[in-house]
């Protein structure tokens, strides 16, 4: 296995090059800058996501699909994936991560467009979406679209089983282990049960437990957050210097940690930025697609809200608990540091800690499975569904038992594959979201004629 984890690291290390994060980091920018900075519209965007009722066709409702997507997002790259980053980049990985979020809420938005644009209604009447519809039916007089939707789709089949379910039930097995000493063997099954129990109904099941768990999970975290880093005050305005510092210099600032350079605060920050909201991923906009919504910048208006509360608010509240410990000096890394950050506070670091994995984890395995078992529906159609779901629950009992390493990495890897096909989508296609963004939001609409898109 030690051999195996070397070349993950390996391969890891170069599908995250210079390359891959000026891909990623590039289209957050450029589609910030095209969509005439779209982030401005983030008010009428959450008032737009509390909004429950039905107004068009499709599955679940605006706030359902909000939900499912943050339950798949807000997950342990919230709380175990900043402090590897912290652990791996330094401090600086933390603002390289805030960026992500608030750049990639432009991202979101535009995957979120095209993917309601661009959704089908299966053989059982209900949606089907993502960014593998979008490149086969809005690509298709490239000649690109289905090969790269195949790709999308086989590498989000894939994925799913790293960044959305053994990953996931990793963390929360260790923890247990390492805080409340149950047997992994223990906590693996519970867990794998309480899965099995949720995602054989299908969306719609996975919406009404996700609806009631985010709203739940998302407060009790930022609430307690907020009171631990009300009880460390003081050191809050030399916690941010040094991440704003050495962010760009990629130097602790004190003694007892190897400084990381710049490339490796950027790297990391970036890396585990997507692997907490999933701009740029092209997950989210598989279950945007089953909402029901008027037109697709609605839709696409609410499901950018979840990068901004899942990085922009959640990962930077664990950045600024993780980095104004001082305990990634040790030499801590992951779930460890994780808990020795929040040990800090009796009582109220540790629950909030036990709390937030908890719920986190088994709602980002139940979000997960959904965007895998689409992508499994567009591969191979709906008879491989069942068997994909069944394989899914076991997946979640291995992954309690697995180390983590190997997993991290098979994740890091995984994501980034699935990135590439998606990101070429959105820069061809960025010209069909600005024409909606006119037509829908802008108030110049009547300037120009409407989009001649090739619809399903």
């Known amino acids: 296995?030690?051999?195996?984890?070397?070349?993950?690291?390996?391969?890891?290390?170069?599908?995250?090059?210079?390359?891959?994060?000026?891909?990623?980091?590039?289209?957050?920018?450029?589609?910030?800058?095209?969509?005439?900075?779209?982030?401005?519209?983030?008010?009428?965007?959450?008032?737009?996501?509390?909004?429950?009722?039905?107004?068009?066709?499709?599955?679940?409702?605006?706030?359902?699909?909000?939900?499912?997507?943050?339950?798949?997002?807000?997950?342990?790259?919230?709380?175990?994936?900043?402090?590897?980053?912290?652990?791996?980049?330094?401090?600086?990985?933390?603002?390289?991560?805030?960026?992500?979020?608030?750049?990639?809420?432009?991202?979101?938005?535009?995957?979120?467009?095209?993917?309601?644009?661009?959704?089908?209604?299966?053989?059982?009447?209900?949606?089907?979406?993502?960014?593998?519809?979008?490149?086969?039916?809005?690509?298709?007089?490239?000649?690109?679209?289905?090969?790269?939707?195949?790709?999308?789709?086989?590498?989000?089949?894939?994925?799913?089983?790293?960044?959305?379910?053994m990953t996931q039930a990793n963390s929360i097995a260790d923890m247990l282990h390492k805080t409340c000493h149950v047997s992994v063997w223990i906590s693996g099954p519970v867990l794998t049960v309480l899965t099995a129990l949720v995602i054989l109904g299908g969306i719609r099941s996975i919406a009404r437990v996700c609806t009631l768990l985010v709203p739940f999970m998302a407060v009790v975290y930022v609430i307690g957050g907020a009171i631990m880093l009300c009880m460390r005050a003081s050191a809050l305005p030399e916690t941010v210097a040094l991440i704003v510092r050495t962010a760009f210099t990629g130097e602790a600032a004190v003694g007892g940690f190897v400084g990381a350079g710049i490339r490796e605060a950027m790297r990391y920050g970036i890396a585990r930025g997507l692997f907490s909201n999933e701009s740029g991923l092209g997950s989210a906009p598989i279950v945007a697609a089953a909402a029901q919504t008027r037109n697709p910048v609605r839709q696409a208006l609410v499901s950018s809200t979840g990068t901004f509360w899942d990085t922009v608010v959640i990962c930077l509240m664990t950045g600024l608990v993780v980095v104004s410990s001082g305990e990634w000096r040790t030499g801590l890394g992951g779930a460890a540091l994780t808990k020795a950050a929040f040990a800090d506070f009796p009582v109220i670091g540790p629950t909030i800690l036990s709390i937030g994995l908890l719920t986190f984890v088994f709602s980002t395995i139940l979000g997960w499975s959904y965007y895998g078992e689409k992508a499994v529906e567009y591969l191979l159609g709906r008879a491989a569904v069942r068997p994909y779901r069944l394989l899914w629950v076991g997946a979640v009992l291995l992954g309690s038992v697995r180390e983590p390493g190997v997993i991290w990495y098979f994740s890091d890897i995984t994501n980034a594959l699935m990135a590439v096909p998606n990101l070429v989508s959105l820069l061809l296609l960025s010209g069909v979201v600005v024409a909606e963004t006119r037509q829908h939001l802008w108030t110049d609409h009547r300037e120009v004629p409407p989009t001649s898109t090739v619809t399903p």
Not at 26 to 35: Q, V
Not at 36 to 50: E, F
Not at 117 to 131: D, F, I, L, S, T
Not at 138 to 163: E, H, M, N, V, Y
Request: no cysteine; proline share 3%; hydrophobic share 50%.
């Open 1 to 165: 296995m030690g051999q195996l984890d070397e070349i993950l690291k390996t391969v890891s290390g170069y599908v995250w090059g210079p390359w891959m994060l000026a891909l990623l980091f590039g289209t957050h920018i450029f589609l910030t800058i095209r969509l005439r900075v779209i982030q401005r519209y983030l008010g009428k965007a959450v008032r737009l996501s509390l909004a429950r009722g039905p107004e068009g066709e499709g599955d679940i409702s605006h706030f359902g699909a909000l939900a499912t997507a943050l339950a798949a997002t807000v997950g342990t790259g919230n709380i175990v994936g900043v402090a590897t980053a912290v652990a791996a980049g330094g401090p600086g990985a933390v603002l390289w991560m805030w960026l992500t979020g608030v750049f990639g809420i432009a991202t979101k938005y535009a995957e979120a467009v095209l993917s309601v644009k661009y959704r089908v209604v299966n053989e059982r009447g209900e949606m089907a979406g993502g960014p593998m519809y979008v490149l086969a039916y809005g690509l298709k007089w490239k000649g690109l679209g289905r090969p790269l939707g195949w790709l999308f789709a086989l590498f989000t089949a894939i994925a799913a089983f790293g960044i959305g379910n």
